[in-house]
């Protein structure tokens, strides 16, 4: 054991490959080094954002570094949280249930299904644009915030229903049908042809 452990040092010094083991402790420190835990960040007041660089138009934390098996590169602060919580990437985006770019609060995140992502992106018209394929495209727009919030107050339609349609969460509903998330954004009658868009 002593051994090994001696021996692990001696290659590090020596700047070999790390074990995808390694590599992934040595990110981790590195990682949680620069998150703010502190109660009071996002909409909720239970974010955890991250300290480093941000991505200047989607506020998306960003990190670079290696994962096993590839090279170093920028990569999402939030899916990388994903990763180092559940052991693998998201199979597509790590979406937020708070709607806060910058949180990267494990129990915050969640694997967007394949379907529901490609359902999103047809309704955003994504799919015309493959050269962002592995780029941020932004998930809400304020269009269909609107929307959201207009099929909310009528309340006709279950949450679930509402989050299905728009390939998010029915928490995500109920934070912006609340008003917690997006009060930046000013209250507009939302009319018919915005609604088909
Ligand atoms: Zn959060």
């Not at 402790?25 to 974010?47: E, S, T, Y």
Request: charged content about 25%; overall charge positive; some cysteine.
């Amino acid at each position: 054991m002593f051994n090994s452990r001696f021996h692990t040092i001696f290659v590090w010094s020596k700047g070999r490959p790390l074990s995808d083991e390694q590599l992934l402790a040595q990110l981790k420190v590195r990682f949680w080094a620069k998150v703010n835990m502190a109660p009071g960040q996002g909409p909720n007041g239970d974010c955890w954002e991250w300290q480093g660089a941000r991505h200047s138009r989607s506020g998306y934390g960003e990190i670079s570094c290696r994962l096993p098996g590839d090279y170093p590169r920028p990569h999402r602060a939030h899916r990388i949280a994903y990763m180092l919580t559940h052991g693998h990437l998201p199979r597509n985006f790590a979406c937020h249930t708070c709607d806060n770019p910058p949180c990267v609060r494990p129990d915050h995140l969640w694997d967007g299904s394949v379907r529901e992502n490609a359902k999103d992106m047809v309704s955003k018209g994504r799919h015309q644009q493959p050269q962002n394929r592995g780029r941020f495209v932004p998930k809400l727009t304020p269009d269909v915030v609107l929307q959201i919030r207009a099929l909310f107050d009528e309340g006709r339609q279950s949450h679930a229903h509402i989050a299905d349609m728009f390939g998010v969460t029915p928490q995500n509903v109920r934070v912006i049908g609340k008003r917690r998330t997006w009060k930046h954004l000013p209250e507009q009658h939302v009319s018919h042809d915005v609604k088909n868009t």
